[in-house]
């Protein structure tokens, strides 16, 4: 860790805080309400929740801030993995007696829809002590303060991963109550982070570029269908803030499953689908059999093969005669996860507009 760019931004966070006591207070206050109502729940208020208790146990959430209409999410949610099996794993995740690095990767492993960054909030209210958030904004602060290792795809989200960030979190924590800070818990350090060290990090970053590129070793077999799977989670997450209809493993014609599609209706008159295939390693004859057949549903506006560079040139070569070349687009599975960082940004700070009631 970089501790001289830790400490010049302790010092300007102490600084700001001295200059605009007012601002810095209610943010923090805010925080702390957080804490309060979600250490109001035990495990067994978390098990006797109610459909509409666990709606704002969800929707109070920051991770939640990207989804205008968040019962619509909750209601997935619920669908996805059933209401009990939602309320004892997480019951499990957050008070469970085993070591939380394997309370997390059972939790990623058994839940869809609650990744790293709801998990880790969570986990943070509940004991902020010991626990911190872990999301694009850790990583992004972790990197400038020259922190090395820090993950790039989900499947690199890992519960030992997770204990090695709580770690660092810690020092931060220490480096804070040293410098004259009262609050320093974990909490703590993820408002330092967000107030002061994100914009330090967002302007190195859009000095240097993203860093395009999948991983440049060819991944094992495991990761690339970890990969696989984030891709394709990501491209339904793109979907459904675009407003379509969006989802994933969808039987599109006769004897093809595809990875995702986009849907729109068109009043009564019918629907528009936007299809779309992954593939990160191995054959692309899977992937071109599945996007022609898609093709001949009707409905089907265009097929999207997601990969990248070298395999999507691979596969312009081997569909041509097969695959109608006016409804194959492809997309760059690196851009997948770029358009989905920055629609998420997007959306958060809309959102927070309350534009639309949220009952409306």
Not at 6 to 27: H, P, V
């Amino acid at each position: 860790m970089n501790r001289e760019k830790l400490n010049s931004a302790i010092a300007e966070f102490l600084k700001k805080k001295k200059e605009n006591t007012a601002y810095y207070q209610d943010a923090w206050q805010e925080r702390q309400e957080r804490k309060v109502f979600y250490q109001s729940f035990d495990r067994a208020k978390l098990l006797q929740m109610s459909l509409e208790e666990f709606s704002q146990y969800i929707s109070k959430l920051w991770s939640m801030v990207i989804w205008g209409n968040k019962q619509y999410i909750i209601d997935k949610l619920i669908a996805d993995n059933g209401f009990h099996t939602l309320k004892t794993q997480l019951v499990e995740l957050l008070y469970g007696t085993a070591p939380i690095d394997k309370r997390w990767d059972t939790f990623l492993k058994s839940v869809k829809g609650l990744g790293p960054a709801t998990i880790s909030e969570l986990l943070t209210y509940t004991n902020p002590w010991e626990y911190c958030i872990f999301n694009k904004t850790t990583i992004l602060c972790f990197s400038y303060l020259n922190i090395s290792n820090m993950p790039k795809y989900n499947y690199q989200y890992t519960g030992t991963k997770y204990l090695e960030i709580c770690k660092i979190a810690k020092e931060i924590s220490n480096s804070l109550k040293a410098g004259g800070i009262n609050d320093w818990d974990l909490l703590a350090v993820d408002y330092f982070m967000w107030d002061e060290l994100l914009p330090l990090a967002e302007k190195k970053n859009s000095n240097t570029g993203p860093k395009k590129g999948l991983p440049p070793v060819s991944p094992s077999k495991n990761d690339a269908k970890s990969l696989h799977d984030e891709i394709k989670e990501k491209l339904v997450a793109i979907g459904e803030l675009l407003g379509f209809e969006s989802r994933s493993e969808v039987k599109i014609a006769t004897g093809a499953i595809v990875d995702a599609v986009w849907e729109a209706r068109i009043g009564n008159m019918g629907k528009a689908i936007y299809v779309f295939e992954v593939q990160i390693k191995g054959s692309t004859d899977s992937l071109i059999l599945n996007l022609r057949k898609a093709q001949s549903n009707a409905a089907v506006q265009a097929v999207v093969a997601v990969a990248d560079e070298t395999q999507l040139t691979k596969i312009l070569t081997e569909s041509k005669g097969v695959i109608d070349e006016k409804s194959l687009r492809i997309w760059d599975a690196e851009d997948v996860l770029i358009v989905y960082d920055a629609l998420t940004r997007a959306h958060e700070s809309i959102n927070k507009l309350a534009l639309v009631p949220e009952s409306f």
